[in-house]
């Protein structure tokens, strides 16, 4: 046998296709490892730039994207001005009390019914139906039977709302009472536990997780159900205002509206985030 | 305390088309004030369906089970349990993992504190009582078990290959823990292993048992673990020729099991 050929350095392709070597303390091979946050802040500053740039420079109307100076100045406008009479801090408030109050209201009833559904298969059999009959439905889809059933003051708003923030909090529920393990289910029991006392110190618990992030996944459909609750003939709120603003064409207080709500949203997950770590700090280590 | 175990068979039900499996097959077993009775065998054989059903947690197809001339209808706190892993509460911390039984049974928390310190020390978990239980290795975790269930003072233990997933030199550590407090509380032992030398250095009898059905097939009174009480020290237990020469008849025993499986 003879050496031919010097062995070949491997080609860009391949070299992409393979995973990297690591460097110390790092795993080979884990899918996505990496501190992402200076990538996070340079494309946001990015994005701002690109809105600004295209906006300064009159590449753009105003009247399809107002300059983020101009979104600013509209919402220290509104800040001390108000929006169609009403205050700023009371189109906030009111949006607020509505996601948060079906929110209350969603977790009241969709928790222990979610449990309930997981630990009997009567309920289950009863409920699991109508559920997953109306879940996947858009709640635009039966915002005109709320109106019909319910009228067009608050009743049918925060009704959406909560609709739309039941099913994945129920299902959220539900599976969380999967989490315990039958190990330590069997543990309770040999201690003489009674069935009530299993499900108050063993399943509960262990189905905290999946609550929290039931309850995170439920007040982001809630948001998102804002704008839908409150096209019926309100007067007040923050869905309110971006949709009477779109007819107006003030481009500048759409974007602004939904700026505000992102930030809310943003800062109770940041909230819910914070409390898991609190409450659940044993989340996937056991 | 005596458990008894009569004429015990479990059949599994016939599913998805396939035929009722026996899991047990006329199973006889005593088990006396402070024995330590192990269970070994291939797998499948149903050591493990054996211990669920002395734990209560599984009834019998036909014969009978008495603990004390009483029936065993359910899981209950004369006989604890130790689990191989998963059987901790993560949410809680070491002390209150170890009174979680006594917690069940409505003792104050005092009392409930109090004889959870005392098995803390007694398993060497002293000063790690606040300790949050996933931050433990693994051999310290299976100690917090074992505290757990010595607490509410069962009539006997039933430990379901508590070591195995722990590494060799923790293990033998573990072993050695778990005869000295065999030795000082007198508790019964119904303890199941894959490893031959673990049970005949533990057990006070063996117990051998082989798959389809599963059923007791050898039953050996062993001497090792009253010679390590007697101050024998380990390795020198395992190393005698009678150790080792039963631990070859026995491994026999068990690759003849595995070999007609296959």
């Known amino acids: 046998m003879t050496l031919s050929k010097p062995p070949k350095t491997p080609g860009l392709v391949a070299r992409l296709a393979r995973a990297r070597p690591t460097k110390p303390g790092e795993i080979y091979g884990v899918p996505g490892q990496g501190n992402t946050f200076w990538l996070s802040v340079a494309s946001v500053a990015t994005m701002l730039f690109v809105w600004w740039l295209v906006t300064t420079l009159g590449w753009v109307k105003p009247l399809f994207v107002p300059a983020p100076q101009a979104v600013l100045a509209k919402f220290v406008q509104i800040w001390n001005e108000g929006f169609t009479n009403t205050s700023f801090l009371e189109h906030t408030l009111t949006s607020t009390l509505r996601v948060f109050g079906a929110f209350v209201l969603a977790c009241l009833i969709g928790l222990p019914l979610g449990l309930a559904m997981g630990m009997s298969p009567t309920i289950r059999g009863i409920f699991d139906p109508p559920i997953e009959f109306y879940r ?16 067009i ?4 708003k925060v009704l959406l709302i909560f609709l739309s923030m039941f099913a994945p909090i129920v299902l959220g529920a539900r599976s969380g009472v999967k989490s315990a393990a039958i190990e330590q289910i069997h543990a309770a029991y040999s201690f003489g536990a009674t069935r009530w006392q299993v499900m108050r110190y063993v399943i509960l618990p262990s189905a905290m997780p999946e609550i929290l992030t039931a309850m995170r996944v439920g007040i982001g459909f809630g948001w998102t159900t804002l704008v839908a609750a409150e096209m019926v003939a309100a007067t007040k709120g923050l869905g309110y205002m971006v949709l009477s603003a779109s007819q107006f064409l003030q481009t500048s207080v759409v974007i602004m509206g939904i700026f505000v709500i992102a930030a809310i949203a943003i800062t109770f997950d940041l909230v819910m985030r914070f409390l898991e770590r609190r409450l659940v700090p044993w989340k996937g280590r056991m | 305390m005596s458990l008894n175990i009569d004429h015990v068979s479990v059949v599994y039900p016939a599913a998805d088309g396939r035929a009722p499996v026996a899991a047990l097959s006329e199973i006889n077993l005593a088990i006396a004030e402070g024995e330590f009775v192990v269970a070994l065998g291939a797998s499948g054989c149903g050591k ?13 197809s036909s014969g009978t089970l008495t603990l004390d001339d009483r029936p065993v209808i359910g899981p209950g706190a004369d006989r604890a349990v130790v689990f191989q892993k998963h059987a901790l509460l993560p949410w809680l911390n070491v002390i209150d993992n170890v009174a979680f039984g006594l917690q069940i049974q409505g003792v104050p928390k005092q009392e409930r504190y109090r004889t959870a310190n005392e098995y803390i020390g007694l398993l060497g978990l002293d000063g790690f009582q606040s300790s949050p239980v996933y931050k433990l290795s693994g051999g310290m975790q299976q100690r917090v078990g074992i505290a757990r269930a010595l607490t509410c003072d069962p009539k006997i233990l039933l430990m379901d290959e508590p070591l195995g997933a722990l590494d060799a030199l923790t293990r033998e550590k573990a072993q050695e823990l778990i005869l000295k407090i065999w030795g000082q509380t007198g508790k019964s032992v119904f303890f199941i292993t894959h490893s031959v030398e673990e049970a005949l250095f533990m057990g006070t009898k063996l117990i051998v048992m082989s798959p389809r059905p599963g059923r007791i097939t050898h039953v050996f009174d062993l001497p090792f673990s009253r010679q390590f009480q007697g101050g024998a020290p380990a390795r020198q237990v395992k190393a005698s020729p009678e150790f080792i020469a039963l631990r070859e008849k026995v491994l026999n025993i068990i690759f003849a099991d595995e070999e007609a499986v296959e």
């Open chain 1, 136 to 151: 996947p439905i858009p709640p635009l889809a039966y915002l005109p039977l709320m109106i019909i059933w319910f009228g």
């Open chain 1, 153 to 156: 003051d608050e009743t049918s």
């Open chain 2, 48 to 60: 493990s369906t054996l211990l669920n059903l002395i734990a209560g947690f599984l009834s019998p």
